[in-house]
């Protein structure tokens, strides 16, 4: 489901204002719709005629989706990173926007993209790698009580549990799972 290009402008904006941008421009962070997402490709290809029909295959570069074939319908958050000298890879360029995380629930169903969400995974994957590096990341909560950091990290959880299983209850577990009995109103009779 396709949002208005604003709505992902502006989380984009707010990803690019907080998390930054290389010299170029390119933001660090971004959000991408799986379906318009394309890269040129080095490799050998399958070639498929108009009725699906496999005609062959070339070598060379190729213009390719990026998710479509694996996400389809479903924002992408994605994290720009060098490819390092001396890897092999069948990208054409030193940078590529990667996917981090997937805006969809549970069940992979559709959920829309939001900043706080986007912020709650960045933070975390930030936290991770300053952690493995040895490298102290700007902790988000500095400044804060321990007792104030436990609070937002708890409210931040909720939200975000909120966001992905809001729907989630024990009958409609029971009944996705069809261990669960639903009843209709009983059978009225008017006079």
Same mark, same amino acid.
């Given at each position: 489901?396709? $949002? ?6 502006? @989380?984009?904006?707010? $990803?690019?204002?907080?998390? !930054?941008? /290389?010299?170029?421009?390119?933001? %660090?962070?971004?959000? *991408? ?5 394309? &890269? ?10 108009? =009725? #699906? =029909? ?7 570069v190729d213009y390719r989706p990026k998710y479509r074939q694996w996400i389809q319908d479903k924002y992408v958050l994605e994290r720009l990173t060098r490819v390092p000298k001396g890897v092999e890879t069948d990208l054409l ?13 549970? =069940? ?11 912020? %709650?995974? @960045?933070?975390? %994957? ?16 500095? #400044? ?6 436990? +609070?937002?990290?708890? +409210?931040? %959880?909720? /939200? /975000? &549990?909120?966001? /992905? ?5 024990? @009958?409609?577990?029971? $009944?996705?799972?069809?261990?669960? *009995? !639903? ?9």
């Amino acid at each position: 489901m396709k $949002l208005e290009k604003s709505v992902i402008d502006e @989380i984009n904006t707010k $990803l690019q204002d907080y998390y !930054g941008s /290389l010299p170029d421009g390119k933001a %660090i962070w971004r959000i *991408v719709y799986s379906e318009t997402e394309w &890269e040129y490709r080095r490799g050998t290809f399958d070639k498929f005629d108009a =009725n #699906g =029909n496999w005609v062959g295959a070339h070598s060379g570069v190729d213009y390719r989706p990026k998710y479509r074939q694996w996400i389809q319908d479903k924002y992408v958050l994605e994290r720009l990173t060098r490819v390092p000298k001396g890897v092999e890879t069948d990208l054409l360029t030193a940078e590529s926007y990667e996917p981090v995380w997937v805006f969809e629930d549970i =069940n992979h169903k559709f959920l829309p993209p939001r900043f706080d969400v986007s912020k %709650i995974v @960045i933070d975390q %994957i930030m936290l991770k790698a300053a952690q493995m590096a040895g490298v102290k990341y700007k902790d988000p909560y500095d #400044g804060l009580t321990p007792e104030q950091a436990k +609070e937002q990290k708890v +409210e931040e %959880i909720k /939200l /975000l &549990e909120e966001y /992905l299983y809001g729907n989630e209850t024990s @009958i409609t577990d029971s $009944l996705m799972k069809d261990e669960g *009995v !639903g009843y209709g109103p009983r059978n009225r009779t008017v006079s």
